[in-house]
């Protein structure tokens, strides 16, 4: 099976790595994409930022989807040709967690990519838990960024109650945070971005964003005034994960206002008086999506936002070589891209 290897070296390669067996309650999935993270480059640098193995012991890629060849026993909820999501989190299925539908708090849950192999490769062996149907309007490029991106910012705007009266703040435009331009669009928010990149911010006003404020030219408080009358943002969403963007959504966010945390961080410093206490705001964290919400999130990424929209967040497209990986690697790194699928 060819598939990447990450040494964690900030080197990226194409290897031939032993085909997966088949087990009971698991299915063989071809891959007909698969999208890079920001959290793969912590196995880029040979840091992984979860799971239980080292950098290159298996193959990388969480956010994969692509058509069942083949279902181990006990498998009678999916058929071979079935065009399926994938989530990253394999659980237990059967604690508190995986029974509530968040497998990615089980207690022994293995993560695609960092924990068993994952889809950036040929084809990926993974319990039948993980696999979403997806709806025939949704595209294979899509359906791997319908997880980990449209569906967690579905999943976290939709916990925040987001509705047409609101508006919504969202720092950072990766492509996490692009998610949640078209997600909050598509919930009939005024969406207003904060990113400092001229290409990002263009990008968000493109996908649905009323406004887009670059915070190291402007008073991004004085402009967040002037839109809301003073009165501040309804909901925030950080998906920067960098101190300055988490400290300036404290003083955007509205009394009463919810801020919800998606950008990964070690470390950040606030000031739970100020920032909390005194405007009894509601700081939440989010990790994905609940898997019995997938439906509703399917439905609404086909009906409401677009699949033709949802796939402008991908910028590069790449088959599964050796020059390609490379290069897609890199540039995602150094970020000179939005989300890369790689389509083996």
């Not at 299915?27 to 959290?39: F, H, K, N, P, Q």
């Not at 065009?83 to 708090?105: D, M, Q, S, T, W």
């Not at 709806?135 to 899509?142: K, L, Q, Y």
């Amino acid at each position: 099976m060819k598939g990447v290897v990450l040494p964690g070296d900030k080197e990226a390669h194409v290897q031939d790595w032993d085909d997966q067996s088949l087990g009971p309650d698991e299915v063989r999935v071809d891959i007909g994409a698969a999208a890079l993270c920001r959290s793969d480059m912590s196995l880029y640098n040979g840091d992984p930022l979860v799971g239980s193995k080292p950098a290159g012991a298996v193959v990388p890629g969480h956010e994969p989807a692509g058509t069942i060849s083949e279902v181990g026993d006990n498998v009678d909820h999916l058929s071979e040709g079935d065009r399926v999501a994938i989530n990253c989190f394999a659980g237990c299925e059967h604690c508190e967690y995986c029974l509530r539908g968040e497998p990615n708090l089980c207690p022994d849950v293995e993560i695609l990519g960092f924990d068993r192999h994952g889809g950036d490769a040929e084809e990926l062996v993974t319990p039948a838990s993980t696999c979403h149907p997806m709806p025939d309007e949704m595209s294979m490029g899509v359906g791997a960024i319908a997880t980990d991106a449209l569906g967690n910012l579905w999943s976290t705007l939709n916990e925040c109650n987001v509705n047409g009266t609101d508006t919504v703040g969202i720092i950072g435009l990766g492509p996490m945070g692009l998610a949640g331009v078209l997600n909050a669009d598509a919930m009939g928010a005024d969406v207003v971005a904060y990113e400092l990149v001229d290409h990002r911010r263009e990008k968000g006003l493109d996908l649905g964003a009323e406004y887009a404020v670059d915070p190291g030219e402007e008073d991004a408080q004085e402009r967040t005034d002037e839109i809301t009358n003073g009165r501040g943002l309804d909901v925030v969403v950080d998906c920067s994960g960098a101190q300055p963007g988490i400290e300036m959504g404290f003083g955007l966010v509205k009394k009463h206002g919810t801020f919800a945390q998606i950008g990964e961080t070690d470390e950040v410093t606030l000031n739970p008086s100020d920032d909390l206490i005194h405007k009894k705001v509601n700081y939440t964290g989010s990790w994905y999506f609940r898997s019995y919400e997938w439906p509703e999130i399917a439905e609404f990424i086909v009906e409401k936002i677009g699949n033709d929209r949802a796939e402008e967040i991908i910028s590069h497209e790449y088959e599964l070589t050796e020059e390609n990986v490379q290069e897609a690697f890199r540039k995602f790194d150094n970020h000179e891209t939005q989300k890369v699928i790689f389509t083996p």
